[in-house]
């Protein structure tokens, strides 16, 4: 959040959610944000049928003072008007100048503001704030549960739409798989530690399987630790390949790489003190890669719901 936004939130005592300040501005609900370059000011407002004079007057007083407060674009609904400004000092400061405005000009024509619930348009008694794509409106506390369990429904309703694509999926987490031993085994070969690599071939592997297509389901889990952990495991053993190979070609000897996988296979089965090491790395890259993919769970992507109550 811009701290411009965060000094502009203390000053009024506002809250706020993601990056949306909002609070109460003489009767009306604001919120207000400033990314993407612009800043945005939101003033929830509840027109009454017919609204179509209501409307004309809260755009003439838009028009009328565009030019003074430097604004960019308005829109005004029946739920809202929405005043854009350029995202910069001086913008803000007109953003500012013009909510304490605007919102006495409101009052002054009789607009309904945040004591009329926008779904109801009955006066509010028990007050819920919504927040609807970043616009916040002030609710009675049945209104905002109705609105959220139709929105939760819709949203369900979206997802069992989407086909699952668990074979596209599966295809996409096996290529990835595939292709993460390549930089694996690169950095073995340099002989820099490498264990730590599994995490990369986690974080590959899961995105292979959403870049195909696939969608979140039951088997997603199972198919990208299975891909991880037999990526990591041949990645460990090709590049313990690559060792014998290069101690082959030191030595002035010239074999091929099949051969010295052979090779290496016999030699790991055959000494024990290199089957515990070759074991030992194979674990804790395993490990490594675990540790990768709880990560990226972790680091996902917070999908923002389209309708939540804030208060
Ligand atoms: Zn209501």
Same mark, same amino acid.
């Given at each position: 959040?811009?701290?411009?936004?965060? *000094?502009?939130?203390?000053?009024?005592?506002?809250? /706020?959610?993601?990056? &949306?300040?909002?609070?109460?501005?003489?009767?009306? %609900?604001?919120?207000?944000?400033?990314?993407?370059?612009?800043?945005?000011?939101?003033?929830?407002? #509840?027109?009454?049928?017919?609204? $179509?004079?209501?409307?004309?007057?809260?755009?003439?007083?838009? $028009?009328?003072? #565009?030019?003074?407060?430097?604004? %960019?674009?308005?829109?005004?609904?029946?739920?809202?008007? !929405? @005043?854009?400004?350029?995202? /910069?000092?001086?913008?803000?400061?007109?953003?500012?100048?013009?909510?304490? +405005? +605007?919102?006495g000009q409101l009052k002054t024509l009789n607009i309904p503001g945040a004591e009329t619930c926008s779904n109801c348009h009955k006066p509010i008694t028990d007050i819920s704030i919504? /927040?609807?794509?970043? !616009?916040?409106?002030?609710?009675?506390?049945?209104?905002?549960?109705?609105?959220?369990? &139709?929105?939760?429904?819709?949203?369900?309703?979206?997802?069992?739409?989407?086909?699952?694509?668990?074979?596209?999926?599966?295809?996409?987490?096996?290529? #990835?798989?595939? %292709?993460? *031993?390549?930089?694996?085994?690169?950095v073995a070969y340099l002989d820099i530690f490498y264990l730590w690599l599994g995490v990369i071939t986690a974080f590959l592997v899961k995105a292979g399987y959403s870049i195909f297509?696939?969608?979140?389901?039951?088997?997603?889990?199972? =198919?990208?630790?299975?891909?991880? @952990?037999?990526?990591?495991?041949?990645?460990?053993?090709?590049?313990?390949?690559?060792? *014998?190979?290069?101690?082959?070609?030191?030595?002035?000897?010239? =074999?091929?790489?099949?051969?010295? #996988?052979? %090779?290496?296979?016999?030699?790991?089965?055959?000494?024990?003190d290199v089957l515990m090491s070759f074991l030992t790395e194979t674990g804790a890259a395993v490990l490594y890669s675990l540790l990768g993919l709880l990560l990226s769970i972790k680091?996902?992507?917070?999908?923002?719901? &389209?309708?939540?109550?804030?208060?």
């Amino acid at each position: 959040m811009k701290r411009r936004l965060k *000094v502009f939130k203390k000053e009024m005592s506002f809250n /706020s959610c993601d990056d &949306t300040i909002f609070g109460l501005l003489d009767g009306y %609900l604001i919120s207000i944000s400033d990314s993407d370059g612009l800043c945005s000011l939101f003033v929830d407002i #509840a027109l009454k049928e017919p609204i $179509e004079l209501d409307r004309e007057r809260i755009r003439n007083i838009l $028009e009328e003072n #565009a030019r003074q407060y430097s604004i %960019l674009r308005a829109e005004v609904t029946a739920t809202g008007v !929405m @005043v854009y400004f350029e995202s /910069s000092r001086s913008g803000f400061e007109r953003l500012k100048e013009f909510c304490f +405005f +605007f919102a006495g000009q409101l009052k002054t024509l009789n607009i309904p503001g945040a004591e009329t619930c926008s779904n109801c348009h009955k006066p509010i008694t028990d007050i819920s704030i919504i /927040s609807q794509n970043g !616009m916040m409106h002030t609710c009675d506390k049945e209104c905002a549960e109705i609105i959220c369990k &139709t929105e939760q429904k819709k949203a369900k309703r979206g997802r069992d739409k989407e086909p699952v694509r668990f074979f596209a999926g599966t295809t996409g987490s096996f290529l #990835a798989a595939i %292709l993460a *031993v390549v930089p694996f085994v690169a950095v073995a070969y340099l002989d820099i530690f490498y264990l730590w690599l599994g995490v990369i071939t986690a974080f590959l592997v899961k995105a292979g399987y959403s870049i195909f297509g696939g969608r979140p389901s039951a088997g997603k889990g199972i =198919v990208i630790t299975l891909f991880t @952990v037999l990526s990591v495991v041949v990645s460990m053993f090709l590049s313990y390949s690559v060792g *014998v190979y290069n101690g082959f070609l030191n030595d002035g000897y010239v =074999v091929d790489l099949i051969e010295s #996988a052979k %090779l290496t296979f016999d030699i790991i089965i055959s000494n024990n003190d290199v089957l515990m090491s070759f074991l030992t790395e194979t674990g804790a890259a395993v490990l490594y890669s675990l540790l990768g993919l709880l990560l990226s769970i972790k680091f996902k992507k917070k999908k923002r719901k &389209t309708v939540f109550v804030v208060s």
